[in-house]
């Protein structure tokens, strides 16, 4: 199994066209005598007779005078030697073995995941609070109190309303698996299409480094649209590849897995057009260019007509525009959003150039010295090396064009998703023939796991702990109270028994108007500076990351004013810092 | 050696490399994530050492019932005198004052000895030195901080008055030796360095003199500000000859302070001079109490210096003091207010 196309047990050619019976464990052996190139017309099949028949051994000629009766025994017997040691065919235990190493590093990847702890960061409290809402409207009828269309980087009926239930029935915890379960499915997925598409050894390693990324570890406990969108992603590539040798319609199975994706995040947008170059590329060597094409036609007409109704009928289009096509410029330099791409993903991504050169340069390693069989051409191995590769660059590519880093270290793992193939290739072909140098492997890997340990410890470290800042709220919170946080969705979301979310204000708004008792009215950081001397709010509280401007105008009335006495003081250290909650009250 | 030998080891190397490089490249993100903050190691250490939730000193600012309360000589090192004080006056004392020199360490063995028999400690802290110029301009904050950081490690309720009589001249931090703006920073700087120490569970209570004795002395000029104070103390003395009812003796000071705060008045050390008159003022004093909304409660200064102002020396008066604290008004368990 040296080769990234498979072999099959007889050598011999099968049928070209459709998926044919295949081997035992699943694996079609089609792809190992491609011709590729122009060819308009199916591969031709090539017979390999290698091992048919050995010769038959030469009769003796007949000798009157020997009587075999009296022939000497032979002293030993030379036994039957194959032309290898060892076979690269498929079969039922090599699938085994392939499913157990799989399961193993998914039991890896889980514990990496499981490993991290921390409250809920902002985002999940948001989609989970909002999800609880929209269940109570959809179970209920209770109205909804804002339209979250206009403002979630994803359908607010898809992801929230699932995290929610989960939330609902085992809490945070509970919505945090729910995106381990997405998480590892996306790497059986990764193994599933790396392994149709090249073999074990290419899914395993795939695998195995797509694992160890800081993007998987981190997405595989944290309950935002991440998870369920390259889970689904994932599918849709997989459908993709797995119906390369079928009709052309079959493509159309992606479609909804495509369009479902973009709907639960929109960001994954930015990938349909590697799906759409995908179906293309894999089905070409099977049902020839023209069908090919009609692939990738038949996905991009699919998908599109799937997400333009669901922009229509789905209300998805402020929401898209607000958080993705026409996001707000941020200021995040060039060079800072390269060295965090680099830093987050630039170990995987310079393993899958290794491997996309590589196997552009030689289809496989020649394990099996004695298979001459048929190989890809050179352009087609570079059109795939180079899609797939360069899907890893569009994240980061596309919040450069932003000047924004936000969620990158999220987003990088989409396109790491379609470069893992590429990867395993760069790792098996840095491991060898016969795995001669493992430890040039392990070491990569290990050094990958510890860079998604660190970068992962990292991220989860990256907001506060608010236990503490939830119980001392919890005190002196009321079902009438007015409250201003900084980072509302956090309190909103663990006290959600207690509060309801209008009774929060956050220091976000430069559209914050205060309606004074003379009926004046004040506007942003006016309004917030007179709502704070007139006691209008029970509660504030201050933790100086994310307005720290505005937080220096709330601090200076309640400074001046007295209205208000700090009942907390709560410091706290992350990754990026140390800080305070600061929690303030009227006597 | 090989030319396969030579690409192996070319290979290894070059993998080396590129690892040690993306190794060195990917810590940095760990370390200097966004904003090149702390290390993964200072946030599970600072994880490890946080602090219990803060003591909410909120009830006890304005609660339901008066303080009941009492300085004694021995408290809080010793709180035998206190339970026999307790047996005396048949209730236990819920505010129990006591006095600490700027520069001394935080007893805080002895505030857990008065909180754990029900009261709240209130420590008055006397500057004698340096002066509040020298405290106001940082010199001692080394030691106000390292100060707070006990009281927040405490994190139980303590209640600080800090330079109490600051309108009298008979104390070194007192009018003839310090502006009122050297006072009013001082209070402030500490005050900012017990919020930054994150000691939220400090009741601060600002207490001058009765303005009786010394009338010509504003008061607001001394006044921090709201902000920074919770409780307005009050200082001032039944005595035979000077003024003898709660509103002489109390009255002109409210009345002044009620032009620049509303803050709730806590009478911070009161006693009756020996006397005949002893038993009406014991009285006089509950009732005022007692009148007044905005008054929170008293500390009976049970302490003989200067004169016996101890209530046992004179058993009619202990008597009625007895009587009138036995009244549901009077006293509470701070640990369940």
Request: glycine share 8%.
């Given at each position: 199994m040296d080769q990234e196309f498979y072999d099959v047990q007889t050598y011999r050619s099968v049928p070209a066209q459709g998926p044919g019976p295949g081997t035992p464990d699943g694996t079609t052996p089609e792809e190992f005598y491609w011709f590729g190139g122009d060819d308009a017309e199916a591969p031709q099949q090539l017979g390999y007779e290698v091992y048919e028949h050995f010769a038959p051994a030469p009769v003796p000629e007949f000798d009157p005078a020997f009587d075999p009766a009296f022939a000497p025994e032979p002293e030993y017997e030379i036994p039957e030697v194959p032309e290898t040691g060892w076979s690269v065919a498929g079969g039922r235990r090599r699938s085994w073995i392939g499913r157990m190493l799989l399961l193993s590093v998914l039991v890896v990847q889980a514990m990496l995941s499981l490993r991290l702890h921390n409250t809920a960061f902002q985002d999940e409290a948001l989609y989970l609070f909002a999800g609880h809402q929209e269940l109570d409207h959809l179970l209920h009828g209770t109205p909804l109190p804002i339209d979250y269309s206009g403002y979630f980087s994803g359908s607010p009926w898809l992801y929230p309303v699932l995290g929610a239930a989960a939330d609902s029935v085992f809490g945070l915890t509970g919505a945090r698996l729910l995106s381990l379960l997405f998480m590892l499915g996306a790497t059986v997925l990764l193994y599933a299409l790396s392994r149709r598409l090249f073999n074990e050894r290419v899914a395993l390693c795939a695998a195995a480094f797509f694992t160890v990324l800081q993007s998987t570890i981190t997405l595989g406990f944290f309950a935002t649209y991440d998870a369920p969108a390259i889970f689904l992603l994932a599918l849709s590539a997989w459908i993709v590849v797995r119906t390369n040798r079928a009709t052309p319609l079959a493509v159309l199975l992606a479609a909804p897995v495509a369009a479902l994706a973009v709907a639960v995040k929109y960001a994954a947008g930015l990938y349909l057009p590697t799906l759409v170059l995908l179906a293309v590329l894999v089905g070409w060597p099977y049902r020839g260019r023209a069908q090919a094409l009609v692939r990738g036609l038949l996905l991009a007409l699919g998908t599109g007509g799937l997400l333009g109704a669901a922009m229509v009928f789905g209300h998805m289009?402020?929401?898209?525009?607000?958080?993705?096509?026409?996001?707000?410029q941020g200021t995040d330099s060039a060079a800072k959003l390269l060295s965090e791409s680099a830093q987050w993903g630039g170990l995987m991504f310079a393993v899958a150039c290794g491997g996309a050169l590589a196997y552009i340069v030689r289809e496989r390693m020649h394990e099996a010295v004695d298979v001459t069989a048929v190989r890809s051409t050179r352009r087609w191995r570079a059109a795939l090396a180079l899609l797939l590769c360069g899907t890893a660059l569009l994240a980061p590519a596309y919040q450069i064009h932003l000047h924004t880093s936000t969620s990158l270290h999220k987003h990088i793992g989409f396109g790491l998703l379609f470069a893992a193939p590429m990867a395993g290739i760069g790792i098996t072909r840095l491991m060898g023939a016969h795995f001669r140098q493992p430890q040039l492997g392990i070491l990569v890997w290990v050094v990958m796991l510890a860079l998604g340990l660190s970068q992962s410890t990292a991220r989860f470290t990256s907001w506060p702990d608010s236990t503490q800042m939830v119980q001392v709220l919890g005190r002196h919170t009321s079902p009438t109270g007015r409250y201003l946080a900084e980072t509302r969705e956090v309190p909103v979301y663990y006290l959600h028994g207690a509060t309801k979310a209008n009774q929060w204000t956050s220091t976000y708004g430069t559209g914050y108007s205060y309606r004074d008792a003379h009926g004046r009215v004040y506007q942003g950081a006016d309004g917030y500076r007179h709502a704070v001397a007139d006691g209008w709010f029970d509660l504030i509280l201050l933790d100086g990351k994310s307005t720290p401007a505005m937080d220096a105008v709330i601090r200076q009335a309640i400074t001046t004013d007295g209205t208000y006495r700090l009942i907390a003081s709560l410091p706290f250290t992350t990754s990026q810092g140390p800080g305070t909650y600061q929690i303030y009250s009227k006597p | 050696m090989t030319p396969r030998h030579t690409t192996v080891r070319i290979r290894s190397a070059a993998v080396a490399v590129l690892c040690l490089v993306l190794v060195l490249a990917g810590c940095g993100s760990s370390r200097h994530d966004s904003s090149g903050g702390q290390a993964d190691a200072g946030a599970a250490s600072a994880a490890a050492a946080a602090p219990s939730t803060p003591y909410d000193v909120t009830p006890l600012i304005k609660p339901s019932r008066k303080y009941l309360g009492v300085a004694l000589a021995t408290v809080p090192k010793s709180m035998t005198e206190y339970d026999a004080y307790s047996r005396a006056i048949g209730k236990r004392p819920d505010l129990v004052e006591y006095y600490a020199s700027f520069g001394d360490g935080f007893d805080a063995q002895g505030v857990r000895r008065i909180y754990d028999d029900g009261g709240l400690p209130y420590m008055a802290w006397e500057p004698f030195e340096p002066s509040l110029a020298s405290i106001a301009s940082g010199a001692s904050d080394a030691y106000v901080t390292s100060f707070a950081r006990s009281v927040r490690a405490l994190n139980l309720?303590?209640?600080?008055?800090?330079?109490?009589?600051?309108?009298?001249?008979?104390?070194?931090?007192?009018?003839?030796?310090?502006?009122?703006?050297?006072?009013?920073?001082?209070?402030?700087?500490i005050h900012d360095l017990f919020e930054q120490a994150g000691a939220t569970n400090v009741i601060w209570a600002w207490s001058p003199n009765v303005i009786n004795p010394v009338p010509s002395i504003a008061l607001k000029p001394y006044y921090p500000g709201d902000a920074y104070v919770d409780w307005v103390g009050m200082i001032g003395y039944y005595t035979v000859t000077g003024q003898n009812t709660f509103d002489q003796l109390f009255g002109p000071t409210m009345r002044q302070v009620r032009q620049f705060t509303r803050r709730p008045f806590v009478i911070a050390e009161t006693a009756s001079q020996l006397g005949p008159r002893r038993q009406t003022d014991v009285d006089d004093l509950f009732d005022g109490v007692a009148a007044h909304a905005d008054v929170v409660g008293f500390i009976w200064f049970n302490v003989p210096k200067r004169a016996d102002w101890r209530i046992q020396s004179t058993p009619h008066a202990l008597a009625e003091y007895r009587k009138r604290a036995a009244a549901d008004l009077f006293g509470f368990d701070v640990r369940k207010p």
């Open positions: 289009t402020a929401g898209l525009q607000t958080t993705t096509t026409s996001r707000v | 309720p303590l209640a600080i008055s800090f330079g109490h009589e600051m309108n009298g001249n008979w104390y070194a931090w007192g009018m003839t030796k310090a502006t009122p703006e050297d006072f009013v920073k001082a209070w402030r700087h």
